[in-house]
């Protein structure tokens, strides 16, 4: 069974830095597309980053310049570092997996992310 564990999440200042990470376990990990995305109170959920298997990436306009996306297959973990993080920031964050075998997607639980002004 596939699950995804996220961590890193928390309350900061505009302006500050955090990196969440989610480790990926149950299957390999090599073969899933990986992404977060993120939901803020009364909005739908959207995609801020994602990599490919083959270590692609694509950024969501608003943060692009600010968060980087990584992956390392050896700790089946993926990263989000965020800089220059602003209110706007403010939304639980998820980390997605792809299989690129099954097209089948899996949810981490979410952590929360507080950019106050």
């Known amino acids: 069974q596939v699950q995804l564990v996220e961590s890193g999440g928390g309350l900061l200042q505009a302006g500050g830095s955090l990196r969440l990470s989610c480790v990926v376990s149950?299957?390999?990990?090599?073969?899933?597309?990986l992404g977060w995305y993120r939901q803020a109170p009364g909005k739908q959920r959207e995609a801020v980053a994602q990599?490919?298997?083959?270590?692609?990436?694509t950024y969501e306009d608003s943060v692009k310049g600010r968060f980087t996306i990584s992956r390392d297959n050896a700790k089946k973990t993926v990263y989000l570092q965020m800089n220059s993080l602003k209110p706007e920031d403010t939304a639980v964050y998820y980390c997605?997996?792809?299989?690129?075998?099954?097209?089948?997607?899996?949810w981490g639980q979410g952590t929360q992310v507080t950019v106050s002004s």
């Open positions: 997605r997996a792809l299989s690129i075998i099954t097209n089948r997607a899996y």
């Open positions: 149950g299957s390999i990990f090599r073969n899933f597309a």
């Open positions: 990599i490919s298997s083959e270590d692609a990436t």
